[in-house]
């Protein structure tokens, strides 16, 4: 393969650097990266899940690319985890918190991460041209990324989240496929 497919990395390489200096070195709270993409106002919450994610991003990009892999840990995390707090904000009702970790709802979880992560794996699927996991498979890890999301420490999701879901797509299509 030509050394180019690398350059699907540019985009994400580039934004974690942003995101490292605005949360790390600028530390302005007025910077509309901030106020977009923290909940808190705080510049230094762009170095928690929004950086996490780029680096992830970055990762899938040189290591797991065009990959079931890449599919199923942006599933979780980019559709899953990404739409949980607007549902959850929105829609949700019945508030939940585990030990170390910040409040969830159920609406958010179900909703978000595990709806979420079973339409994002037909899309990425799609998108990426691989075949379709079985649904059995699909719904065990949308399963298993909800209760990771769920139970994850403060700030730790992005990165737990997507070592769940690659231990587990072994044991999973093991099991269904």
């Known amino acids: ?22 949360g790390a070195i600028l530390r302005d709270a007025n910077d509309e990266d901030v106020r ?3 909940r808190s106002s705080s ?4 170095l928690y ?22 599919a199923i840990i942006m599933a979780a995390l980019g559709m899953g985890d990404g ?3 607007l549902i959850g904000k929105y829609y949700g009702k019945h508030s939940y918190r585990m030990p170390l970790s910040s409040k969830k709802t ?19 699927s799609y998108m990426l041209g691989i075949p379709v996991l079985t649904l059995q498979a699909i719904l065990t890890l949308a399963t298993i990324a909800m209760v990771v999301e769920g139970t994850s420490f403060n700030n730790c ?21």
């Open 83 to 85: 739409i949980a707090p």
């Open 106 to 124: 159920l609406e958010g979880s179900i909703g978000g991460v595990f709806l979420g992560t079973i339409g994002g794996v037909y899309f990425f």
């Open 1 to 22: 393969m030509h050394w180019s497919w690398r350059l699907n990395i540019l985009v994400p390489a580039v934004m974690s650097l942003k995101l490292f200096y605005k």
């Open 36 to 38: 977009t993409m923290s």
């Open 157 to 177: 999701d992005n990165i737990l989240l997507p070592v769940a879901m690659l231990y587990s797509l072994k044991y999973v299509k093991d099991m269904f496929v």
């Open 49 to 70: 899940g929004p950086l996490q994610f780029t680096i992830i991003m970055n990762w899938l990009g040189l290591f797991h690319f065009m990959s079931e892999e890449a």
């Open 43 to 46: 510049p230094s919450e762009l």
